[in-house]
Nanobody, 120 residues
Framework: QVQVVESGGGLVQAGGSLRLTCAAS????????MGWYRQAPGKQRELVAR???????NYADSVKGRFTISRDNAKNTVYLQMNSLKPEDTAVYYC??????????????WGQGTQVTVSA
């Protein structure tokens, strides 16, 4: 089994910063891409940022220049540094890890989500 756990959400004023952390653990043979998604009330879940094993990144247009994704492969951990936060960034943020387990299976694993609230 694979566990994905996020931390670092909270309440912040507009213009502030937060750093999210996500750690994957369990029967992991290897991890491919890791990413952050978010879901605001009444909206569909959307990609925020994604990073490959080699460090290639892609971002949603709405967060480019403000958010930075990074990862520590040795720790199976991915980070999301969020700067210049806006009220429209308010959402539950979910971590995703595409993992191959020791039995050879490949799958997407999700965390439970962490709330980010940005006040005006």
């Amino acid at each position: 089994q694979v566990q994905v756990v996020e931390s670092g959400g909270g309440l912040v004023q507009a213009g502030g910063s937060l750093r999210l952390t996500c750690a994957a653990s369990g029967s992991i043979f290897s991890i491919n891409a890791m990413g952050w998604y978010r879901q605001a009330p009444g909206k569909q879940r959307e990609l925020v940022a994604r990073i490959s094993t080699g460090g290639s990144t892609n971002y949603a247009d709405s967060v480019k220049g403000r958010f930075t994704i990074s990862r520590d492969n040795a720790k199976n951990t991915v980070y999301l540094q969020m700067n210049s936060l806006k009220p429209e960034d308010t959402a539950v943020y979910y971590c995703n890890a595409n993992c191959r387990t020791y039995d050879g299976a490949l799958g997407d694993y999700w965390g439970q989500g962490t709330q980010v609230t940005v006040s005006a």
